[in-house]
Nanobody, 127 residues
Framework: VQLQASGGGLVHAGGSLRLSCAAS????????MCWFRQAPGKEREGVSC????????YYTDSVKGRFTISRDSAENTVYLQMNSLKSEDTAIYSC?????????????????????WGQGTQVTVSS
């Protein structure tokens, strides 16, 4: 099982980045794929998730209207398009996968529900 995250970098406030999470080694169609982030000195938080089973998408309030999550099923890759980036978006972003029956709408951002994790990618937004 592998989740390969990429696409982080340094960008000015107001800029954009696109993160990618390529999944392999498991039946991703039956999983929820989620992006979490952790900033220095802060707890990890869920950012956005894509239910590969039914196409539902989820966003934490602070990124609604700025971030868009999508999936290329042929490539087994989930993307996070991040626009209008702010300094408070600076964090290490990690992708994770959970079997769809292990999460509900109320637990979609609960990290302990996710069994597979990829390595993080650093996103730094300069003000």
């Amino acid at each position: 099982v592998q989740l390969q995250a990429s696409g982080g970098g340094l960008v000015h406030a107001g800029g954009s980045l696109r993160l990618s999470c390529a999944a392999s080694g498991f039946a991703a169609d039956y999983y929820v794929m989620c992006w979490f982030r952790q900033a220095p000195g802060k707890e990890r938080e869920g950012v956005s998730c894509f239910n590969n089973g039914d196409g539902s998408t989820y966003y934490t309030d602070s990124v609604k209207g700025r971030f868009t999550i999508s999936r290329d099923s042929a490539e087994n890759t989930v993307y996070l398009q991040m626009n209008s980036l702010k300094s408070e978006d600076t964090a290490i972003y990690s992708c994770a996968a959970a079997y769809t029956t292990f999460v509900t709408t109320s637990t979609i951002f609960s990290a302990d529900r996710y069994e597979y994790w990829g390595q993080g990618t650093q996103v730094t937004v300069s003000s």
